[in-house]
RNA sequence: AACGAGGUGGGGUAGUCUGGAUAUCCCGUCGGGCUCAUAACCCGGAGAUCGGUGGUUCAAAUCCAUCCCUCGUUACCA
């Protein structure tokens, strides 16, 4: 399947943070595999994406840091290209090495000009086919004490559930009973970025993209794909499309974003919504690309050579596009994108929201071919979280490894299926008996065995070699070959790799039963030492099979072995199919051989990243400083304004304002509706009996609380627990590890007493 | 608790959509071999009632039902 065309579609990581190797595994090194593979293929290939910039978490963060978004999203962006690079993935050079006609690869972002024009135009088009409808909705409105005011998004807002009267619920649905409701409807609302500020509800305008008109043409894309798309893309989509399309907002009242491309002073404001937006990147950027690289690069199409990846051609053959990103992102990328990609060509035509939507034809853009989504990189079995700074971050990480080790352990490790996890003990495991103690080793073998024959012009192997005797072993490779050809186009990295790495073990064995260390000083030219000798050459083949082989999974390895076997030029440039090509003639570099690979060891590893972690605390605003996450830990969970870090001194009014108590507990009852709580009575000193709620069940049996003296926290805001209002808080002490203690009270005093 | 994912030798995994004969591979373990090679390599053995139960079928790891357990998200929490 030579020449053809592949657009590579990866998932625009947000320049919000730096990358993890849960990012990585998800949506980077994948996309980066399947690009190598192809162009070695033969096939031309564009592969696009870039940083997304753009939406409230970044002003979020810029507010934190007291400096602008642009700013935040500069640092990130330079960060986040500058480690995928060093991964190894090839966003550069932008202009393929074999000329511009085979593609190339632009890693872009979404502050572009010329991205923001595109996003715009693509607006105003669907608008104008009627695509959009407009509606008019109540959002929430904050004015703060300088008296500048902003619209918040729902998830920015608390308030009381107008339906279980639970406190805490977000604007748009409560988390304690499921119901979700209109954001107007929330009772006591209160902005979680900025409690003191008056809230109110306004009206404000908003357009909606009418994804209901593009139900049953996404059906039918569905339906087609039913074959390739992987189970877990299969459910999700059913899963969207079952539910029934309705339209969604385009617009949102948004600071930090695109514009909207319209006249008039109601539209101040007023943004792009990111969804809208950030996906339109993989088209914006296959336009730039041209515009910025293909043009002076000489590609024949000039400034239209994007349409050789994104158009159907007039034969009717569609590009391939393959869009790589993690699990959260299937429905943007199988419903939401195709049905924006239909829509814009609807409206090229000329066709409104009366005309029946068309699958794309010639000359029209393409829809997805694949959508080869991962499931998660799990991190010593607990997600990888930036507010917990439970993460291995990817600049760290390269900082002190060999990128090679990371693509190799992902790749065999791929969350293809199900999430996976990473974690040092494995890592060092697999990079040391597999990668190191199977591959690395063979070579070794094969070129330390090879210098110490007598060198020959084109070193020691080449005179030695009996083609008649290796022929099982090429039809053996070529079977290998096969297969990891078969693996790739299925998107099955694993596997490919699997079957890389068994060819190296294919050599072991053959280098094992023909022990060609014994005849490398006899001087008789018996069979067996001509046997065993050509079987020794064929290990130069298969090691060039190798360097070929593994090159999309190990591009900086391979350069290396293939310098090693004396071969000369690019063997990314390299033909898949020469892998076996046994005609090749055979070469050699009269250098000592150096291994490939050096092993790791595990203690040193787990001793450097204790010590990381110790001073990442110390260095939070450094963004690529590692942070290893020690046990996992469900109890923090993510808040949208962490506290900063570091020490903060209370007042000591501020103090004096918690009044603790003394209180004895009276009853202990299991929680109707909640796992971990007990209703506790208690005796606070009052006439009537206090109910608080406590997550002690994990740590206390009811009898063995009752009639203990505790201190409580008596002037908490009373609030519901899962249907239970909880009037106060006990304390307890917490090693942060599986200890939970309630703090008691010393000898006898009168409940209701003062603690201070 | 709701939703999602998953349970396959000691650990990790493939196979499950599309039913088929001795259930894959890596690590570990036991025994043997080799000594070129980075404590590396090669050969062989032991070890799995494929979470439980019931059903469909000539045939179930695979399909259906039901139960149990684990993980994730959200909720909750000293």
Same mark, same amino acid.
């Given at each position: 399947?030579?020449?053809?065309?592949?657009?590579?579609?990866?998932?625009?990581?947000?320049?919000?943070?730096?990358?993890?190797?849960?990012?990585?595994?998800?949506?980077?090194?994948? +996309?980066?595999?399947?690009?190598?593979?192809?162009?070695?293929?033969? %096939?031309? #290939?564009?592969?696009?994406?870039?940083?997304?910039?753009?939406? !409230?978490?970044?002003?979020?963060?810029?507010?934190?840091?007291?400096?602008?978004?642009?700013?935040?999203?500069?640092?990130?962006?330079?960060? %986040?290209?500058?480690?995928?690079?060093?991964?190894?993935?090839?966003?550069?050079?932008?202009?393929?090495?074999?000329?511009?006609?085979?593609?190339?690869?632009?890693?872009?972002?979404?502050?572009?000009?010329?991205?923001?024009?595109?996003?715009?135009?693509?607006? @105003?088009? /669907?608008?104008?086919?009627?695509?959009?409808?407009?509606?008019?909705?109540?959002?929430?409105?904050?004015?703060?004490?300088? $008296?500048?005011?902003?619209?918040? +998004?729902?998830?920015?807002?608390?308030?009381?559930?107008?339906?279980?009267?639970?406190?805490?619920?977000?604007?748009?649905?409560?988390?304690?009973?499921?119901? @979700?409701?209109?954001?107007?409807?929330?009772?006591?609302?209160?902005?979680?970025?900025?409690?003191?500020?008056?809230?109110?509800?306004?009206?404000?305008?908003?357009?909606?993209?009418?994804?209901?008109?593009?139900?049953?043409?996404?059906?039918?894309?569905?339906?087609?794909?039913?074959?390739?798309?992987?189970?877990?893309?299969?459910?999700?989509?059913?899963?969207?499309?079952?539910?029934?399309?309705?339209?969604?907002?385009?617009?949102?009242?948004?600071?930090?974003?695109?514009?909207? +491309?319209?006249?008039?002073?109601?539209?101040?404001?007023?943004?792009?919504?990111?969804?809208?937006?950030?996906?339109?990147?993989?088209?914006?950027?296959?336009?730039?690309?041209?515009?910025?690289?293909?043009?002076?690069?000489?590609?024949?199409?000039?400034?239209?050579?994007?349409?050789?990846?994104?158009?159907?051609?007039?034969?009717?053959?569609?590009?391939?596009?393959?869009?790589?990103?993690?699990?959260?992102?299937?429905?943007?990328?199988? #419903?939401?994108?195709?049905?924006?990609?239909?829509?814009?060509?609807?409206?090229?035509?000329?066709?409104?929201?009366?005309?029946?939507?068309?699958?794309?034809?010639?000359?029209?853009?393409?829809?997805?071919?694949?959508?080869?989504?991962?499931?998660?990189?799990?991190?010593?079995?607990?997600?990888?979280?930036?507010?917990?700074?439970?993460?291995?971050?990817?600049?760290?990480?390269?900082?002190?490894?060999?990128?090679?080790?990371?693509?190799?352990?992902?790749?065999?490790?791929?969350?293809?299926?199900?999430? !996976?996890?990473?974690?040092?003990?494995?890592?060092?495991?697999?990079? %040391?008996?597999?990668?190191?103690?199977?591959?690395?080793?063979?070579?070794?073998?094969?070129?330390?065995?090879?210098?110490?024959?007598?060198?020959?012009?084109?070193?020691?192997?080449?005179?030695?070699?009996?083609?008649?005797?290796?022929?099982?072993?090429?039809?053996?490779?070529?079977?290998?070959?096969?297969?990891?050809?078969?693996?790739?186009?299925?998107?099955?990295?694993?596997?490919?790799?699997?079957?890389?790495?068994?060819?190296?073990?294919?050599?072991?064995?053959?280098?094992?039963?023909?022990?060609?260390?014994?005849?490398?000083?006899?001087?008789?030219?018996?069979?067996?030492?001509?046997?065993?000798?050509?079987?020794?050459?064929?290990?130069?083949?298969?090691?060039?099979?190798?360097?070929?082989?593994?090159?999309?999974?190990?591009?900086?390895?391979?350069?290396?072995?293939?310098?090693?076997?004396?071969?000369?030029?690019?063997?990314? /440039?390299?033909?898949?199919?020469?892998?076996?090509?046994?005609?090749?003639?055979?070469?050699?570099?009269?250098?000592?051989?150096?291994?490939?690979?050096?092993?790791?060891?595990?203690?040193?590893?787990?001793?450097?990243?204790?010590?990381?972690? !110790?001073?990442?605390?110390?260095?939070?605003?450094?963004?690529?400083?590692?942070?290893?996450?020690?046990?996992?830990?469900?109890?923090?969970?993510?808040?949208? %304004?962490?506290?900063?870090?570091?020490? @903060?001194?209370?007042?000591?009014?501020?103090?004096?304002?918690?009044?603790?108590?003394?209180?004895?507990?009276?009853?202990?009852?299991?929680?109707?509706?909640?796992?971990?709580?007990?209703?506790?009575?208690?005796?606070? $000193?009052?006439?009537?009996?206090? @109910?608080?709620?406590?997550?002690?069940?994990?740590?206390?049996?009811?009898?063995?609380?009752?009639?203990?003296? #505790?201190?409580? #926290?008596?002037?908490?805001? +009373?609030?519901?627990?899962?249907?239970?209002?909880?009037?106060?808080?006990?304390?307890?002490?917490?090693?942060?590890?599986?200890?939970?203690?309630?703090? !008691?009270?010393?000898?006898?005093?009168?409940?209701?007493?003062?603690?201070?």
């Amino acid at each position: 399947m030579a020449d053809e065309h592949v657009l590579i579609c990866v998932a625009w990581p947000y320049a919000n943070g730096p990358l993890h190797l849960g990012h990585v595994a998800g949506c980077y090194l994948p +996309p980066d595999i399947q690009a190598r593979f192809e162009r070695a293929r033969g %096939n031309r #290939v564009l592969m696009v994406s870039g940083s997304d910039e753009h939406g !409230t978490p970044i002003t979020v963060t810029a507010e934190q840091k007291g400096i602008n978004p642009q700013q935040v999203v500069d640092e990130y962006h330079a960060i %986040n290209s500058k480690a995928l690079l060093d991964l190894g993935c090839s966003w550069e050079p932008n202009i393929d090495s074999r000329g511009v006609e085979y593609g190339g690869s632009l890693f872009n972002r979404t502050s572009d000009p010329m991205h923001k024009e595109i996003v715009q135009d693509n607006f @105003t088009s /669907l608008m104008n086919a009627g695509l959009f409808e407009r509606k008019t909705t109540q959002q929430y409105y904050e004015t703060n004490n300088e $008296g500048i005011g902003r619209f918040l +998004p729902d998830r920015y807002v608390e308030g009381i559930c107008p339906s279980c009267k639970e406190d805490g619920a977000r604007g748009d649905q409560c988390d304690a009973c499921g119901a @979700t409701y209109e954001s107007t409807e929330l009772q006591n609302p209160v902005s979680k970025m900025n409690p003191q500020a008056k809230i109110e509800i306004r009206d404000t305008d908003h357009f909606f993209y009418r994804l209901d008109l593009f139900q049953q043409a996404l059906q039918q894309h569905a339906s087609e794909r039913q074959t390739v798309w992987k189970s877990n893309v299969r459910a999700m989509t059913k899963q969207w499309l079952d539910m029934g399309l309705r339209s969604r907002a385009v617009t949102r009242d948004l600071t930090w974003g695109i514009p909207l +491309p319209l006249e008039g002073d109601e539209w101040s404001g007023k943004c792009v919504y990111v969804w809208f937006e950030a996906v339109q990147g993989y088209y914006s950027c296959a336009k730039i690309w041209s515009q910025r690289h293909a043009i002076d690069a000489g590609h024949p199409s000039g400034q239209d050579a994007w349409k050789k990846w994104w158009c159907v051609s007039k034969d009717g053959t569609s590009p391939r596009h393959l869009y790589f990103l993690g699990k959260d992102n299937i429905p943007f990328h199988t #419903v939401i994108w195709p049905a924006l990609i239909l829509g814009i060509n609807h409206a090229a035509k000329g066709l409104t929201a009366s005309d029946s939507i068309e699958m794309p034809a010639n000359g029209d853009l393409a829809l997805e071919a694949n959508v080869p989504a991962m499931e998660y990189l799990m991190l010593s079995g607990g997600q990888f979280s930036k507010s917990r700074k439970h993460a291995v971050w990817l600049p760290s990480f390269l900082e002190r490894y060999n990128a090679d080790y990371l693509r190799y352990y992902l790749s065999i490790n791929m969350p293809e299926n199900h999430d !996976t996890d990473f974690n040092w003990p494995d890592f060092v495991e697999k990079i %040391n008996s597999e990668l190191i103690a199977a591959y690395g080793n063979f070579v070794h073998r094969v070129l330390t065995l090879g210098a110490r024959l007598p060198s020959g012009e084109r070193g020691p192997l080449a005179g030695i070699e009996v083609a008649e005797l290796t022929e099982v072993h090429r039809l053996k490779l070529e079977e290998i070959h096969a297969m990891i050809t078969d693996s790739l186009n299925r998107h099955r990295y694993k596997e490919a790799l699997r079957h890389v790495m068994s060819a190296a073990q294919y050599g072991n064995q053959i280098l094992q039963a023909a022990t060609p260390w014994k005849y490398l000083k006899t001087e008789d030219d018996s069979n067996e030492k001509i046997q065993s000798l050509s079987t020794l050459a064929f290990g130069w083949r298969l090691s060039r099979f190798l360097a070929i082989t593994s090159q999309p999974f190990l591009p900086f390895s391979s350069v290396k072995l293939w310098k090693a076997l004396g071969q000369t030029g690019d063997v990314s /440039l390299v033909s898949w199919d020469d892998a076996i090509n046994w005609q090749v003639p055979m070469t050699w570099n009269e250098e000592d051989p150096t291994p490939l690979f050096e092993r790791l060891d595990l203690e040193v590893i787990l001793e450097s990243e204790k010590s990381l972690a !110790t001073n990442a605390d110390a260095t939070e605003n450094n963004p690529i400083s590692a942070v290893k996450g020690g046990k996992k830990s469900k109890k923090d969970s993510e808040k949208m %304004n962490e506290a900063p870090e570091g020490i @903060t001194y209370l007042d000591f009014e501020t103090f004096m304002e918690v009044d603790l108590r003394v209180g004895k507990i009276m009853r202990v009852e299991d929680h109707p509706n909640a796992d971990r709580l007990y209703v506790v009575k208690i005796d606070d $000193g009052s006439d009537a009996e206090r @109910t608080i709620c406590a997550g002690l069940k994990k740590y206390y049996q009811p009898e063995e609380m009752v009639g203990k003296s #505790v201190v409580f #926290v008596a002037n908490l805001k +009373p609030r519901p627990l899962r249907g239970v209002t909880s009037e106060g808080m006990m304390l307890a002490a917490d090693d942060g590890k599986d200890g939970v203690r309630l703090v !008691t009270i010393d000898g006898d005093i009168a409940t209701g007493s003062q603690v201070r």
